[in-house]
């Protein structure tokens, strides 16, 4: 076993040398200060990039607790930009949640909160645009050990991102992928990339623990692993009812997925953790030490179930219909000949405009159209025809079983993009997907819904507040795909 060490993340930033693993320190919550400020970044040797960072770092300070503890948190903005922070996944109060409480230039503010369920989360800037601010580097996890954890071999959190940079590390705007969402050129796992992604160290017959979150702002990771299996035990921090064995993992933005790996392999192979897109970087490799342990017995222990007797039969109480529209400025008086053309003009394949960025440098707030920009239109992602802030919103009772339809019409473009919703404040049950149950009982906090499919969620709130309901995909969020549960 590699021994502990425990450092108060409190006071000593985590260094880029040290791995997000719980072997090299765990956590002591009691108060914790967030320095947001810009920093270079070195992504790998020869590759520094400039970030916006909570504590120096990207990922930013990890936030380790156990359940049942309080989190004090004070986030120093020295940042050029105002900013929120989001604790993404946690069911707090919502006057803690982050989104409504605008932390300036210069000025700080304090959360305090108890966290009462373990698993995997994160925390992110929710300032609008939110794209910028994320893309920055604004995100750390945050995670809340259950006393099961601690038998693991490892418990490691592998947070991936992509970045759109030029060979000096420039951050380029649009996307690398000519599609209108932020894609990048770059792959990274814990802010590193290629060589400079540290090994996961194995000794055979041990079981490691890997939490895995997508803080990507647009794209989806598949990751494979080879030799090994995945044992799925956590979808956004909720522990299965029914564990599941699989060799490739699927994270759209947002989610998080905990899986156990058995260290069944052999001193001398070679084996990785790697993206459907190796190429771009993210490849973790499994390294074996000499000598064997004695096999060690997973301690996770599926929880009873839990689902809503019935639910699947009710009618929804709010079918969210998700959409976009391709919008020419109407002042616009250099419209190309052939304009874009948007939902308007079902079954027209005529792909959509060049690549929109209306985020342009780093750091830029949202920045005045360019005559580029109003050639091409722009984008507006829609939820029942409306964008935020004119989507109605959804109106529930406390401790009401809220049941949501959530279809995904959005299949008249050339992209077919996915939309993954995430509801802040609560956790939601998966009670269908296109009117079939989920293979096992799941909850999550961001659910995928692909082109042209539907998915059913029921959930309840338990804290009073006006909570964000938004696409995950940080373009089509700050491009209008928003909308609020209002819970009284
Ligand atoms: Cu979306």
């Given at each position: 076993m590699v021994p502990k060490?425990?450092?108060?993340?409190?006071?000593?930033?985590?260094?880029?040398?040290?791995?997000?693993?719980f072997n090299s320190f765990s956590g002591q919550a009691s108060s914790i200060k967030l320095d947001m400020k810009e920093v270079n970044w070195e992504i790998k040797p020869g590759l520094t990039t400039k970030v916006w960072s909570y504590g120096g770092t990207v990922p930013g300070t990890p936030i380790i607790i156990k359940?049942?503890?309080?989190?004090?948190?004070?986030?120093?903005?020295?940042?050029?930009?105002?900013?929120?922070?989001?604790?993404?996944?946690?069911?707090?109060?919502?006057?803690?949640?982050?989104?409504?409480k605008t932390i300036k230039p210069g000025e700080k503010y304090s959360y305090s909160f108890k966290v009462n369920e373990s698993g995997t989360y994160w925390y992110h800037s929710?300032?609008?645009?939110?794209?910028?601010?994320?893309?920055?580097?604004?995100?750390?996890?945050?995670?809340?050990?259950?006393?099961?954890?601690?038998?693991?071999s490892g418990d490691h959190i592998y947070i991936i991102d992509d970045w759109y940079l030029d060979s000096n590390g420039n951050r380029l705007s649009g996307t690398a992928r000519g599609e209108m969402e932020r894609f990048g050129?770059?792959?990274?796992?814990?802010?590193?990339?290629?060589?400079?992604?540290?090994?996961?160290?194995?000794?055979?017959?041990?079981l490691h623990k890997l939490r895995f979150i997508n803080a990507s702002t647009a794209a989806v990771h598949t990751i494979k692993i080879s030799g090994h299996r995945f044992r799925v035990t956590h979808t956004d921090g909720h522990a299965l009812p029914s564990p599941y064995e699989s060799d490739v993992l699927t994270l759209s933005p947002g989610e998080r997925i905990d899986a156990e790996?058995?260290?069944?392999?052999?001193?001398?192979?070679?084996?990785?953790?790697?993206?459907?897109?190796?190429?771009?970087?993210?490849?973790?490799?499994?390294?074996?030490?000499?000598?064997?342990?004695?096999?060690?017995?997973?301690?996770?222990?599926?929880?009873q179930a839990k689902g809503f007797a019935g639910i699947e039969s009710r009618t929804p109480d709010f079918t969210l219909d998700l959409n976009s529209v391709m919008e020419m400025p109407s002042h616009n008086n250099m419209a190309p000949a052939s304009p874009a053309v948007g939902h308007a003009s079902h079954g027209n394949s005529?792909?959509?405009?060049?690549?929109?960025?209306?985020?342009?440098?780093h750091g830029a707030p949202a920045q005045a159209v360019t005559s580029e920009m109003q050639m091409q239109g722009s984008m507006r992602w829609t939820i029942n025809g409306q964008s935020y802030p004119?989507?109605?919103?959804?109106?529930?009772?406390?401790?009401q079983i809220v049941k949501v339809r959530i279809v995904n019409n959005d299949i008249s473009t050339a992209e077919k993009m996915d939309h993954p919703i995430h509801i802040h404040g609560t956790e939601f049950q998966i009670v269908s997907q296109n009117g079939k149950a989920p293979a096992r009982e799941t909850w999550k906090d961001t659910i995928n819904v692909p082109a042209g499919e539907y998915v059913d969620i029921a959930f309840t709130m338990t804290n009073p507040g006006t909570w964000m309901l938004h696409c995950h995909i940080l373009d089509h969020e700050d491009g209008g795909m928003m909308t609020t549960v209002v819970a009284k």
């Open positions: 060490k425990t450092i108060a993340i409190g006071v000593i930033a985590v260094t880029a040398a040290i791995a997000l693993s359940k049942g503890e309080t989190v004090n948190v004070t986030g120093v903005n020295n940042l050029p930009s105002a900013t929120t922070i989001h604790w993404h996944g946690l069911v707090i109060p919502n006057d803690q949640d982050g989104p409504g929710h300032y609008r645009p939110v794209l910028d601010q994320v893309d920055n580097g604004l995100y750390a996890p945050i995670i809340v050990k259950a006393p099961e954890d601690e038998k693991y050129n770059i792959e990274t796992v814990n802010g590193k990339s290629g060589s400079a992604i540290e090994p996961l160290a194995v000794k055979k017959g041990q790996v058995a260290a069944i392999g052999d001193v001398g192979q070679v084996y990785a953790i790697e993206s459907d897109r190796p190429e771009l970087g993210l490849i973790i490799p499994i390294k074996y030490q000499d000598g064997q342990v004695n096999l060690v017995a997973s301690p996770f222990v599926p929880p005529t792909p959509p405009a060049a690549p929109i960025n209306s985020h342009g440098g004119n989507v109605p919103p959804l109106e529930v009772k406390l401790g």
